[in-house]
């Protein structure tokens, strides 16, 4: 017996260790969530592993039950009991509901606490002065606009590191999905709606950003880079912004509606003030959807006409 | 305007080689199937036994011929869309986006609309009147009504295969995307017409079954008689009546938008999207349990007769039922977390999620309980529900992990998320549906099915499903998204094709589905159920002959206990031959009404979706003009006279009394 | 207790709680329930469920309703004399709906037929003021495609309407049965299913004329 109860033990457990293991395992180079590289990823971690912990406190034991009741009472097994009229028992039944309500009473205020604690739009505690950085989600395309530094860049958000960063969030199309996955906490982009986001960079890197919300036929490619870089390194960047590309007003703008996938990130040298609520107010026209007649097939949907 | 709509030959995708031949292959298929039936001369019977059959037991028998049919049609979208993911790191693939979009949409709409749904749908059928010991559901001629809607929603969504597209938005449309602006062609109105005239026929059947169990019981039946199965089916079909509307309001204000211009969910004119998530979900997670707990019953009959034992702690399985029931509709935001609702009510929501794991625990206990002190046999039914004890604890567990605001904001759309919905749908509804259709089978065919290649079939299944869905819970942790047609991040790559092999054992475990059939049909003879009573049954269904006979009871039952057939069996075999007093039975005739409702339903469907509007005027009349002639009918029902009803019930007696008779009561 | 029933609670593993259960039809030990029930009971479902429906076009109603877009508000639009008078006519056609089935009860075919042909007129004047109210916002150009709050109303107010619509095709169908079938039981079952139908469209639109009409030119 003691030799089955091992096997079953390593079978569970087996599995579950690989799972955490390799997710965990390519820490510094795969966006897993499990590697944040920031408080509010930590944080949210944190919230995951005890979930986790406190469930399988129980998961586990029921489950080795369940597999050793099964395998004791088999019809074949002469030695084991058969009570074909045991079905109630008050004692059972008293403590069959309470062991989860427990759980769940206990997990409820894991659950109220880090709602609370880890609200997307709560500013995060920091000395630093947050950094500004206004979001519009495009088909299919991100556009980060900097209204303290003036410039604008698309697929690519380049943020200081150990800077708090304030995100205003928007979509000028369809529902998008905001989620740096090694910064923690992701947060919808929806037309007419301003989302915010409070995230963190802890140290220089560059992580992978994409859209959590599927958004059409371009969606696979609406992924980016988010780069974390030291103080100075950023400010070089602004001003290698402010120094090339074209002006983000809002004829550029509307250029942006078309569907499109850009072959590499560029930037904008300045904006046009105020662009930002434009869209949210949606004061702007949306994206354009599929246009009749341009780019064959991939674009224009059968039937359509 | 043409007279066709927008219907023209660029519908064909005369282009896409694997479109194409796909259809040409269902085709070519389904007209071969056609000619057989009709060279053998089978087409009156089908007609007559069939098509227009009003038996309950005829119509679960039909709803789960499709549902089986269509979760393979499902299952051949899932082979695509892993083995597209499996060859597109960085490259693009064999399925373009625009293909690919239409495989993930079709194949979520179809497993849980057109595969799940009538299987649930089906069983419930086959099962609940011969539970409660009547001879047909409260509106016989509604419920073939029904079927015939959800097949030709089923028939829809398959013609997108051929004839234009499917929609590319997902399995729930969500706007903008599916307005007009971004989704401009027939595929969102496919989706909206098959599943809006599908769920008409499921919401006919949630209010035959209600008014079924509440008001057509066998005497002496009362609530706390009832089989447990009969109370998770009324459970989910009172959700199916509080749900299905909202999903029916909710789609029509998408139609509306997108045929007429409405500003429901639009980006102009004050339009509101979050609105329709609101809503879709609202319908959408009661939908989850409307699936999921007609599958406890059958896991809560299938474990007590495999353990020779009643059920462990019935009181508390009907209330844990009617508890997940009620909190299953105050839970539907934790769907989106990530909207930005604040604090205080993503707490509530997820506090609210985790609640009905309570309901869920105190099912899984009792299960266990009533385990302790059995006699297992493990047959395939019990095969299937030990997989699904094993397996879907673990799947609840991530789901409660979702309920948790701070970790859904890092694995919300995650392959986490599908890796979940899988886990509890494939263990919870697929391994019951399985557990189910093995269990009751022989009561509906007269012979039982082939256990070795059942065993083989769970075997593969459970691991097929082990190593398809876990990797997903890696890809989840891993940061990838769903709905990926191509990716870019190596680290991914691995685990994806992992699952790529899971799906070669899952082919297997079909492979030995479709060997079961046909073994079992073969030996037939060998396999035979004189008795009745195949798995020393415990509940009413078990005293018929199998099958029983078109009217189910010669002799309503008149009941004494919870598990009245145990107890028949328990007392003494004399007092079950004595024999009753018979009397004519009244059936109601069958009826081609819900068939040919369903004709013009399907091209009201159809010349909706292109547009066709004088096919549409001409099918909504044809309708109304078979409800008036339905209508119209003089005679609704039949008489069997007593001296039938008696030939047929002796003989069975006769049976049963001798298996009875070689069978030492337990 | 007789010893057999004695053992019998003894061995039933759930013996509390079936003490004085109803021998009644219908009701736990008594049996199916007759037709009639059985068609009212589940015909009520029905109108719950749409009961279910109505109620999410009325929230979106609300979501929407200040969502003008630039086109007018609920105050601008809405004739409170006009809505007095459809109210007048619905409530009023009920009333005789409720009359024929007096009549049906008396199993009067003249009384029952005049009964249904007074609902029937007083239907269609309610519908018909309701449409010159929808062709008189469509001339002014603010129909359902102006706003999200003409969207939401629209809806609601029309959905309503289209279940009158329906109501009276079915009034007319039911006469025409009642004519050609006389007081079958079949037909009577049909019969108190319209007159539930009727009388929920009644509550609906109480809803309609206090949360929109009402609340609406307060707004």
Redesign the interface.
Known sequence: MALRWRVAWWAAVC?AAL??G??AG?AE??????SPAGPV?A???I??FD??AI??A??VP??L???G??WW???SNTR??????????GQ??L???S???L??FF??G???I?????????PLSSKVKPLEVEVIALDWKWLFIYPQQGVASINRLVVPAGTPLHLRITSA???N?F?I??L?????A????T??LNLLADRPGTY?G???????????DM?FDAVAEPQAQFAQWVAQARAKGPVLDRAAYRGLLAQSRPAAPYTYRAVASGLFDAVAA?DLP?????Q?GRGG??VV????? | MSLLG???W??I?F??PIPLAAGLLVIVCVAAVLVWIVVKGYVPYLWKEWITSVDHKRIGVMYCALGLLMLLRGFVDAIMMRSQQALAFDAPGYL???HY?QIFSAHGTIMILFGAMPLVIGLMNFVVPLQLGVRDVAFPTLNSVSFWLTATGALLVNLSLVI??FA???WLP????SEL???????VDYYLWAVQISGVGTLLTGINFVTTILKTRAPGMTYLRMPIFCWTALASCLLIIAAFPVLTATLAMLTLDRYLGFHFFT??AGG???MFTNLIWAWGHPEVYILILPCFGIFSEVISTF??????????MVIATLFICLVSFCVWLHH?F???A???V??AF??AT??I??G???K??????T????????ATPMLWS?GF??TF??GG?TG??L?????D??????MFLVAHFHHVIVSGVVFGVFAGIVYWFPKAFGFRLHEGWGKATFWFALAGF?VTF?PF??LG???M????????????RP?ILISAFGILILIVSILCQVMQLVVSIKHRNELRDETGDPWVGRSLEWTTPSPPPVFNFAVLPDVENTEVYVDVKQRALAEFAREPHYEPVEMPRNSPTGFVCAFFATFVGFALI?HIWWLMIAGLVGAYATFVVFAWRDVPDYVIPAEEVARIDRAARAARQGALASAAP? | MSSAEATLAA?D??HIGHAGESRARGYGAGGPASKRIVVGYGFWLFLLSDIVLFSCLFASYAVLAGATAGGPSSRQIFDLHRVALETGCLLLSSFFCGTASIAVARRSRLWTQAALVVTGLLGLAFLSLEITEFASLFAKGDGPTRSAFLTGFFTLVGCHGLHVSVGLLWLGTMMAQLYAKGFRADIRRRFLCFTMFWHFLDIIWVAIFSLVYLVGTKL
Do not use: C
């Open positions: 599995p799972v955490v390799s997710a390519f180079t795969a966006p897993s969530v499990l990823g944080g949210d971690r919230i995951l979930a986790t469930m399988l129980i998961v029921t489950m039950a369940t597999l009741f099964a009472f088999r019809a084991a009991t058969y009570r074909p009229n045991w079905t109630f028992s059972l039944e403590l069959v509901w062991i989860p309500t759980v769940i997990l409820g894991v659950i109220w880090g709602s609370h604690q880890l609200d997307p739009f709560a199309t369809v529902f999905d989620f996955p090694r923690g906490s992701q947060i919808y929806m037309n007419g709606m989302s915010q992978f994409l859209s959590a919300h599927f958004s059409g036929d371009g969606f696979s992924h949606r949306p994206g354009e959807g599929p009749t097939v991939a949907p059968r039937g359509g006409t | 927008k219907l023209s660029d519908a995708p282009d896409q373009p986006p625009e979009d234009g597209e590319r938005t997902g969500f706007p903008p995307l602006r971004y989704s401009p062609g027939v595929g980006n102009e509101n999207a979050m353990s020779a034992k009643p059920l462990f702690g019935y009181r508390s989106f990530t909207m930005g604040g604090g205080d993503n707490a997820g506090i985790s609640i794991a309570v869920t625990g105190v899984m206990y009792n299960w266990m309980f385990m302790y002190g059995g006699r297992i046999r493990f030990m004890l094993i604890i673990t567990m409660v992990l309920a948790v605001p701070p970790a904001f890092l694995l919300h759309n995650s082990y876990v819970y890696v942790l891993l940061g998204t769903r709905r990926l047609q191509h990716y870019t991040v190596p680290e991914w685990w292109w337990p | 061995r593993p759930y």
